[in-house]
């Protein structure tokens, strides 16, 4: 029910923009988290379909931007400034409900999960 896509190979200080596509039953509350080979799933982004606010981490903050399209069912991460600490696979999530704020953090709380898109930072 989620596709994502528009991950590749970019140099440091550079961009990307990742994509991720619902069909079917959407969720309430979407977000894009990451995972290293051998570590947790980090959360990176995240919006609730009914509010304006955003939310990042702190890593995030200032050179990624989550976004939406209604009209394509869409949600967007645009990554500027690239850092090879940010090599990492991409996953897009969503909620069937609108999570409290302390919830959008936790992978725990997302019921649908895309593929996961590799991002490579590197010269």
């Known amino acids: 029910q989620l596709q994502a896509s528009g991950g590749g190979l970019v140099e440091p200080g550079g961009s990307l923009r990742l994509s991720c596509s619902a069909s079917?039953?959407?969720?309430?509350?979407y977000a894009w988290f990451r995972q290293v080979s051998g570590k947790e799933r980090e959360f990176v982004a995240a919006?609730?379909?009914?509010?304006?606010?955003?939310y990042y981490a702190d890593f995030a903050k200032g050179r990624f931007t989550i976004s939406r399209d209604d009209a394509k069912n869409t949600v967007y991460l645009q990554m500027n400034n690239l850092k090879p600490e940010d090599t990492a696979v991409y996953y897009c999530?969503?909620?069937?409900?609108?999570?409290?704020?302390?919830?959008?953090?936790?992978?725990?709380?997302?019921?649908?999960w895309g593929q996961g898109t590799q991002v490579t930072v590197s010269s």
């Open positions: 999530a969503a909620a069937k409900g609108t999570l409290i704020v302390s919830a959008l953090y936790s992978d725990l709380h997302y019921n649908y």
């Open positions: 919006l609730r379909w009914s509010g304006r606010n955003k």
């Open positions: 079917g039953p959407t969720g309430s509350s």
